[in-house]
């Protein structure tokens, strides 16, 4: 069975990454498999103590409700044109992609995400994991041009820097 397997965070750049994986499948004919990634409060180690089977329970339902909101989000009414399915898995965003594009026939999209210095020190890279791990062809989507766009303008809001009409006209 011919997949296309893509991580889904719900991001703007993620959405990038899903509408590719889409055209991707629609090109090789394959399913397409929406992946989210959800770990219990604290992680795994955090959780092993104090978390019963109802809170787990809980945080996998939250997960499933986030999984359907991004695929509303991403195709509303327009659906991909081809088969769909969604899942959520528990464990690191990286390892849980690799586990399930374990066929070689498989093709895993994931999105780049922000690279920021100290976002990259925080959280490691999901791409760089699957690159290394996967047993398949990984396809790494960048984020928007636009998405640079709004990034710089969040910034600047942040940093309270006055806008130049000039910079709307160009």
């Known amino acids: 069975m011919r997949r296309v397997v893509v991580g889904v965070t719900g991001t703007a750049g993620n959405l990038a990454a899903l509408h590719r994986a889409a055209a991707e499948a629609r090109v090789r004919g394959a399913d397409l498999w929406a ?6 409060p604290g992680g795994e180690l955090g959780s092993r103590n104090c978390l019963g089977p109802h809170a787990l329970a809980q945080c996998r339902g939250a997960a499933v409700e986030r999984l359907r909101e991004v695929l509303e989000t991403a195709f509303g009414a327009v659906k991909p044109g081809v088969t769909l399915e969604g899942f959520t898995v528990r464990g690191t965003p990286g390892a849980a992609l690799v586990d399930v594009a374990r066929d070689p026939e498989d093709l895993l999209v994931v999105g780049t995400g922000s690279r920021a210095p100290l976002r990259r020190l925080v959280r490691p890279s999901v791409a760089r994991h699957c690159f290394a791990h996967a047993a398949c062809p990984v396809l790494v989507v960048p984020p928007s041009p636009l998405q640079a766009e709004l990034d710089a303008v969040h910034r600047r809001n942040f940093w309270r820097m006055p806008l130049d ?6």
């Open 35 to 40: 992946v989210l990634a959800w770990q219990p």
């Open 165 to 170: 009409p000039r910079e709307l006209a160009q």
